[in-house]
């Protein structure tokens, strides 16, 4: 099967194919004349790198257990307590540590944004005293920095 038809069925593109291979994830083997030839092992392998890459692991997640992708093939899990299941669970295990940390610095963020979302708004004069520039959006108040305040107007 080549590239194109290879992608298709496993519902990636050709690019990402070349660039599992690039990376050192996917090994296919050549025709005579240099194309790469998919076969049931390649389909199976790349199926494997979607699927961990879907559960959140890096490219280089998966590069640095790609002597054991494997154990993931075939009935999907590696042996309890065998040498591929441990070092895939280190892996996981850091990655999970990842989503969390990024979890809670999103959730932060998200609070903070709703925050300043329910404080009320009050119009500014655009740096007109006593009026109010139609294109001036309005400022929340008790906000720091760029929330809050407006730099000084220059006027030529």
Request: a positive charge.
């Given at each position: ?101 990024e979890i809670a610095r999103l959730t932060v ?48």
């Amino acid at each position: 099967m080549r590239i194109g038809d290879a992608a298709a069925v496993t519902g990636t593109t050709p690019r990402a194919l070349r660039f599992y291979e690039e990376r050192g994830l996917l090994t296919v083997p050549r025709t005579p004349s240099g194309q790469r030839e998919y076969g049931p092992p390649e389909l199976g392998r790349i199926r494997t790198i979607r699927l961990l890459l879907s559960l959140g692991l890096t490219v280089e997640d998966v590069h640095s257990s790609a002597a054991r992708l494997d154990a993931f093939e075939g009935d999907g899990l590696p042996a309890h307590g065998g040498p591929a299941c441990d070092a895939s669970q280190g892996i996981a295990a850091a990655r999970l540590a990842a989503l969390d940390s990024e979890i809670a610095r999103l959730t932060v963020l998200r609070t903070r944004l709703a925050e300043a979302l329910a404080l009320p708004c009050r119009p500014t004069t655009g740096g007109v005293p006593g009026g109010r520039e139609a294109a001036d959006p309005p400022v929340r108040e008790g906000l720091p920095g760029a929330f809050g305040t407006r730099p000084p107007m220059l006027r030529p």
